[in-house]
C-alpha cells in the first residue's frame, strides 16, 4: 500500500517523538508501574489523543491509516502508552464523536483531545468477558437520572481516567437492546475503584474494577439511544482491534530491531551470530510475517477511511497480528539466548506485554467467530 506524503510525515513526526521522549523511560515505567500521564500530555499536544476527531472539537481530522501508523511508532517504544492511546482515541472519542449529541462532543471531546482527561470503556465484568450480552451492571431510570449497580472488571485506565463510557442493562428483558451507554465521570461519588490488577505486563497502564454502587448519572450523559449500548460497544471494538493490530505491529517490529542488533553484537564460536544462517533465515521469516500484520492492518484501516464495512478485516488484522507478535516476540527472545531472560534487555518486557493482544478487546477465538460467522452469515453455520 502507497502511503501519502502526509501519511508518512505524521509516521516520522510520531517515529521520532516515540524514540526521544517515550522510549527512554519505557524500561523504568514497566518496573515503577507509573501511569504515564506527562507523556500522555505531550502526545495530547502533538494532536495524538483525539487523531481521528475533527478539527472543530479539538481533534486532528486524520484518517485511520496515520492513525495507525501513529499508534505502533508509541508501541514500538511502549506498549503500555500504546493500550492507554488506543482505548481513548478508537473506542472513547470516536463512540462520543459518532454517538454522542452535538452537546455531549463539545462538552467532552475538547478535553479528551488534549489529554486534560484520559478515557476508559467499561464493557467486560467478572462473568461477562466474551459474552457481554450476559453483563448484569443495571441502570435504572429515576426522573431525570439513571442508577447504576454492578462490577465492571479489566477495565483499562480504570483509575487514572477522567471519564469512563460503561455499558448497563436498561431492561433486562430484550437482549441486546436493552444495554445501554453512560459517560461517567470521575467525580462520581457512585463509581468506586476497585483493586487495581497485579499484570504481567503493560504495567504502567492500569487496569481495575470499577464498583457502581447507586451511581446517579443525569440523562444527559446517556451516550446514544436508550437500548444502543450493545452496537455502541461491538462498533468500538471494530475500531479498537485495528488498535490492538498497531499495538501488535510496533512492538513485533521493536523485537525484530532488538534481535538484529543483539545478533550483530555477540559473538559465538568465532562470528558474530548474525552470521549463521540458521539464524538469518528466523530473522527473515519474522519480518515477512511482520510486514504481512502490517498490510493486514493497513487493509482494514483503509476500508474504514473509505466508509466500507471493516468488522471482518478488522478482526483478521487483529487475530493475525496478535498471534504474530507473540511468535515473533518468542523468537526474538530465543535469538537473545540467556540475556533475553533477563530485564537489561527490552526483548523480555516486548515478551510480557505481547502476551494479552491475543485476550483483549476479543480474544483470538471471538474474532475467529466474527470472521465465520461472516463467511457463513449464519451464527451457526
Ligand atoms: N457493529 C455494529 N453492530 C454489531 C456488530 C458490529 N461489529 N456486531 C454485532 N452487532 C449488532 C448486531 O447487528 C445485532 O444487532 P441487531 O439484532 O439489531 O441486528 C447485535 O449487535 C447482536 O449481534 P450478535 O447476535 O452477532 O451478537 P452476539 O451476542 O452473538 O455477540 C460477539 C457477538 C462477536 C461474540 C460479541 O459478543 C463480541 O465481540 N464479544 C467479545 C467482546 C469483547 O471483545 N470484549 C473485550 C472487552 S473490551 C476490552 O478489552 C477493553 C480494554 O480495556 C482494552
Redesign the pocket.
Known sequence: MKLTDEQMMIQSMVREFSRKVILPTASERDQTKEFPYANLKKMGELGLMGMMVPREYGGEGADTISYVLALSEIAYSCAATA?VMS?HNS?VCESIFKFGTEEQKKKYLPKLTSAEIIGA?A??EPQA?????SQTTSAIRKGNQYIINGTKR???TGKNSGIVIVTAKTNESIG??GISAFIVKRENPGMIVGNVENKMGLCASDTTDLIFENCSVPIEDRLGKEGEG??LA??A??S?RIGISAQSVGVAQAALDSAIKYSKEREQFGQKISKFQGLRWIVADMATEIEAGRQLMLSAASMKDRGEKF?VQASMAKLFASEMVNRIVAKALQIHGGYGFIKDYPVERFYRDARVFTI???TSE?QR??IS?NLFKD?RG
Open positions: 493500550v482505548v473506542i470503556f464493557l467486560t468477558g466474551s459474552d457481554p450480552l479489566f477495565i483499562t441486546h437492546k450493545f452496537k461491538m462498533t471494538l471494530d479498537g468488522t483483549y478487546e476479543g471471538i467467530v466474527v460467522n451464527k
